[in-house]
């Protein structure tokens, strides 16, 4: 018997120096760690202690007698990734405890951003005796994408925010939200009252197709529809045509299968999530009954992993179909793919759907697969997407609706260089360096999606973040910071007075809290609030009583 991980694992690695048998892999350090879908655990090793399903920050990891019948497919694929990986060394990765020297005992951070790339930062950081970090977020809440980004109907994905929520309980952090960096406070002044800065707001920008008709209405990002159904309060009260009977998601990730299942689905299925109320009232009115997912590529290629994907195929109700003529195998691909287990139950689904051609379902989700979008006509709004094959042939699917989910992109910081061609700040492990000159910014770094661009799952952030805070320690250990003029305490009082506004972590608390409270009432996890005024006044509500 073993314990298996399961669709959702966050790739955290929590999991792994708790393994006596160091039997999980990839490990933080391996080849393919910042590009596996998941974790996986040898059966052959396991001694079913258990350790890592009590580590497990989403609960992803269970006893294989215990899984549930939607994850009983990852039973084989944990075995079979150690078919083709077999395990080799067994000795543990060191765990280094990083100290600041003695010529410096304390060191000041100002981290920009409160998502999983700054929180781990934060968390990396603030376990160092003498290190205070000062949080500073745009927003009026913490946990970027797992609040706005992670679908509502992943709960346990979710949960990895109470783990970021004892960071920002932590003594030596301070967290600051509604404060805009660029607006409220520069990077610069943060430097002054502070010997490092750590950008970590993201990537808030979205890649375009570059085609005729990208302009129109009706073709909206995958950014702002996520952003909507989750409740982000700059995008909670958007409008989207959901009168067609079709829409069409172009892109073949992750968060394409995110929005292709909340639009296929009856609205019943997230009635008891954490999802908008505007977006529920929204998708009870949907007329849309078909969600084309459009691919360049062949399926080989996806970029959408195994257990979504899995997932997809078992949603009641939902026909997942396919193109028998789209879903074969080039050489190129099986030699790709070849020893990834993953791919092998990637083909299987997606043939399995294929078969089931005659759809019985009164709702249905179709991958097609290489596909180029080359317009989208209309007049004033969308009226479909043109296609093109790579035989030259074309085909016309009309919809009124076109979500693009091709990725995400940077977006320039204020006070920091930025290479426009890949979207990120240009960085050498994470410090910022200068693009002329390649030499390192004294005092600044960056992390997350920024740093490395919109890749991996929330988990990947943690090794990213390591990467960069190791980075800065080397710097303090070498006396490459200079000591900041004046100290936090007095750029706080100076925040105070610009924004009026500002939410510290008591009130995110009050947010937090006001709005599980709502859940409570109605079997929900919660009820966001949508509108900044009232995030402003649940921040504010024990406060003035």
């Not at 109700?317 to 003529?325: K, N």
């Amino acid at each position: 018997m073993t314990f298996v991980i399961t669709q959702g694992c966050c790739d955290d690695a929590s999991c792994v120096p708790v393994c006596p048998v160091q039997c999980i892999r990839p490990r933080p350090g391996d080849p393919g760690f910042t590009t596996t879908e998941q974790l996986y655990i040898d059966p052959s090793t396991c001694i079913e202690c258990g350790n890592c399903a009590f580590a497990c920050p989403v609960d992803a990891i269970f006893h294989e007698a215990d899984l549930p019948p939607s994850q009983v497919d990852f039973r084989g694929i944990n075995a079979d990734y150690f078919a083709a990986h077999p395990l080799e060394d067994l000795t543990p990765h060191p765990i280094e405890r990083r100290r600041l020297p003695r010529a410096r005992p304390e060191l000041s951070v100002a981290i920009v951003g409160a998502g999983p790339s700054a929180l781990y930062a934060a968390a990396e950081l603030s376990d160092i005796r003498g290190v205070t970090v000062m949080i500073l977020e745009r927003t009026p809440t913490a946990h970027g994408l797992v609040r706005a980004g992670v679908a509502p109907d992943h709960d346990r994905t979710k949960l990895i925010g109470e783990r970021f929520d004892r960071v920002l309980r932590r003594p030596n952090v301070t967290a600051l939200f509604n404060v805009d960096v660029g607006r409220d406070v520069s990077v610069q002044e943060l430097l002054r009252h502070h010997h490092a800065v750590v950008w970590a707001a993201g990537a808030s920008d979205d890649r375009t197709m570059g085609i005729p008709g990208e302009g129109r209405v009706g073709l909206v990002s995958a950014r702002e529809f996520v952003s909507w159904y989750n409740g982000h309060p700059d995008f909670a009260e958007r409008e989207f045509d959901l009168s067609g009977r079709r829409a069409v998601v172009i892109g073949n990730g992750n968060v394409a299968l995110d929005v292709a299942r909340v639009l296929a689905q009856p609205v019943g299925a997230f009635e008891k999530t954490s999802m908008s109320d505007l977006a529920l009232a929204a998708l009870r009115a949907s007329n849309i009954r078909e969600v084309v997912v459009v691919g360049r590529r062949g399926q080989a290629f996806a970029a959408y992993s195994t257990a979504e994907l899995l997932a997809l195929s078992q949603l009641p109700g939902v026909d997942l179909l396919a193109d028998p003529t789209e879903v074969s195998v080039t050489e190129q691909e099986l030699e790709t793919s070849r020893g990834r287990s993953a791919d092998l139950a990637r083909r299987r689904a997606i043939v399995d759907a294929a078969a089931r051609r005659t759809p019985g379902s009164p709702r249905r989700i179709v991958l097609r697969y290489r596909l180029t979008p080359t317009e989208l006509p209309g007049d004033h709004a969308v009226s479909g997407v043109a296609l093109a094959r790579p035989d030259g042939t074309a085909e016309m699917l009309d919809t009124s609706l076109v979500i693009r989910a091709v990725g995400f992109r940077g977006r320039a910081a204020p006070g920091l260089p930025f290479d426009s061609s890949a979207g990120i700040v240009p960085n050498d492990g994470g410090r910022v360096v200068d693009p002329e000159t390649g030499r390192p910014l004294p005092g600044l770094y960056c992390t997350g999606w920024i740093k490395r661009g919109p890749t991996g799952v929330i988990g990947t952030n943690r090794a990213d973040s390591a990467e960069t805070v190791a980075s800065l320690l080397d710097d303090v250990a070498d006396h490459r910071l200079p000591e900041p003029p004046h100290g936090p305490p007095q750029l706080i009082k100076a925040l105070r007075r610009r924004q009026p506004n500002l939410i510290d972590a008591m009130g995110w608390w009050r947010i937090d809290e006001a709005e599980k409270r709502a859940g409570r009432a109605s079997g929900r996890p919660r009820v966001k609030l949508l509108a900044a005024d009232d995030l402003l006044r649940a921040a504010r509500e024990d406060h003035e009583r």
